[in-house]
């Protein structure tokens, strides 16, 4: 029988990517999207897309229970996927703006999967794969907000992964460092709505730093992977008999995991805060 796969966040980027790759893969990929004319796209494209928007618990249950009919019930892997930034100084991050990216980088993810999981006991079997980030064990500055979500993930599902080692059902992560992505240029409208930079004490940093790297296209990063880097190891995540419970993906993000394990919290600060 074909396997089957949700993954959200399919718009662009590292979900577009993986729904395309699984795809040829033979797998039935049923691409999610927040937006309906995102999910339309797809559909024009042969996908299955169910509208999902994380910040809308309606949508997760329904999009969700499109997916179940056309399957029959059961569902083979789940790739956490759709997430945003909101970059600037955590002094500078209101609680709104706080709450407001937890909403959809964790909460709407733990929503999903708590959705998820019954169907996966029911039937004996499961992968659910959660895109982390090098930030997700390794602090930046200004990406405050962003690596509170990350860290937030890999407690959940490192303890998710302890609660179902009995089960049929493996609990992943990807942690990739950069990866080709729209991820900057959908975190202006977002910093625009609740940063108020020219405000801060740290303004003159904003203007020689953090707006330059917002606003300006400098092209790939040195290091940057484009998105099949990380179909790849989703692919091993959900196909491989022994899964591992992290991937890493890129030079960055094997180098911070190494230089974490070895060296001083004192030390990593000093190298980090010159990022």
Not at 97 to 124: C, D, K, S, Y
Request: aromatic residues 8%; glycine residues 8%.
């Amino acid at each position: 029988m074909q396997k089957s796969i949700l993954i959200t966040g399919c718009s662009s980027g590292i979900g577009l990517d993986a729904a395309h790759g699984m795809r040829a893969r033979g797998w039935r990929v049923f691409a999610s999207c927040r937006q309906q004319r995102d999910c339309d796209r797809l559909r024009a494209q042969g996908f299955e897309s169910p509208r999902i928007d994380y910040t809308d618990a309606e949508s997760i249950r329904t999009g969700l229970a499109e997916v179940l009919e056309a399957t029959g019930g059961t569902l083979d892997a789940l790739f956490n996927n759709g997430a945003h930034g909101l970059p600037g100084a955590v002094e500078d991050v209101p609680t709104e703006g706080l709450r407001h990216i937890f909403e959809t980088n964790v909460f709407g993810w733990h929503e999903l999967t708590r959705q998820v999981i019954p169907v996966m006991r029911a039937q004996g079997h499961g992968r659910i794969v959660q895109n982390s980030s090098i930030l997700g064990f390794i602090a930046f500055p200004w990406r405050g907000a962003y690596v509170a979500t990350k860290y937030a993930i890999e407690g959940l599902t490192d303890t998710l992964r302890l609660e179902l080692r009995d089960t049929g059902i493996k609990v992943i992560l990807i942690e990739p460092g950069p990866v080709t992505s729209k991820l900057r240029e959908k975190a202006i409208p977002i910093f625009e709505r609740f940063i108020d930079w020219e405000n801060s004490a740290l303004r003159e940093k904003y203007e020689n730093s953090l707006l330059k790297r917002l606003y300006e296209d400098s092209g790939p990063d040195r290091f940057e992977l484009p998105p099949s880097a990380v179909t790849d190891k989703l692919a091993h995540a959900v196909e491989a008999r022994r899964p591992r419970s992290r991937y890493y993906i890129t030079t960055p993000t094997y180098i911070a995991g190494y230089l974490r394990r070895i060296l001083p919290t004192g030390v990593i600060d000093s190298i980090l805060s010159r990022v």
